[in-house]
């Protein structure tokens, strides 16, 4: 299967993925700093230290794999999102 995202820790996820679950999925995010900028198509629902939850779609969690700020994206099961 291809790997769409390399910071992704508990992959893979395709666009596929994001389709079947209405677009967006949650996920945690680990930064070296907190998020100075939230790419279009994501919303920060909480932050604690250098982690934040996030509910994103696919492009926004492309923008994220890309940030140098970011250290790691871990994707959150559905039943887990609040």
Request: charged share 30%; net charge negative.
């Given at each position: 299967?291809?790997?769409?995202?390399?910071?992704?820790?508990?992959?893979?996820?395709?666009?596929?993925?994001?389709?079947?679950?209405?677009?967006?999925?949650?996920?945690?995010?680990?930064?070296?700093?907190?998020?100075?900028?939230?790419?279009?198509?994501?919303?920060?629902?909480?932050?604690?230290?250098?982690?934040?939850?996030?509910?994103?779609?696919?492009?926004?969690?492309?923008?994220?794999?890309?940030?140098?700020?970011?250290?790691?994206?871990?994707?959150?099961?559905?039943?887990?999102i609040i």
């Open positions: 299967m291809k790997k769409d995202f390399n910071k992704l820790t508990n992959g893979p996820l395709a666009k596929d993925d994001f389709d079947r679950n209405g677009g967006k999925l949650g996920f945690l995010v680990e930064t070296f700093n907190p998020l100075a900028k939230v790419p279009e198509g994501a919303k920060v629902h909480s932050t604690i230290g250098n982690i934040c939850t996030v509910v994103a779609d696919y492009d926004a969690v492309k923008e994220l794999d890309q940030d140098p700020n970011v250290i790691r994206i871990e994707y959150s099961r559905p039943g887990g």
